[in-house]
């Protein structure tokens, strides 16, 4: 299943934490127009250099749908930086 929010949370100096969640369901559905226009042209430029257009998109959409469960976790002592996909 594809990620439908990230959590960024970050620390810096303080003690005070500040998460901020992001919807990505919404990006989704905005890119979801673009992605549809753009596809035939996709396919069109993988079949001119000899690639399967079929394989490409799955593994494409695979790739996506991996991201989610995805932890970043950047810290120092007085910096601290979380990305996490859900």
């Known amino acids: 299943m594809i990620p439908l929010f990230a959590v960024i949370g970050f620390r810096t100096g303080g003690r005070h934490n500040f998460n901020l969640w992001l919807p990505l369901f919404l990006i989704w559905l905005l890119l979801l127009p673009l992605v549809l226009l753009l596809l035939p042209f996709a396919i069109l430029a993988l079949l ?38 859900i």
């Open 48 to 85: 001119a250099l000899r690639m399967s257009p079929w394989r490409t998109i799955a593994a494409g959409w695979q790739l996506l749908t991996g991201l989610s469960g995805t932890r970043i976790e950047v810290r120092d002592p007085q910096h601290y930086v979380l990305i996490r996909m």
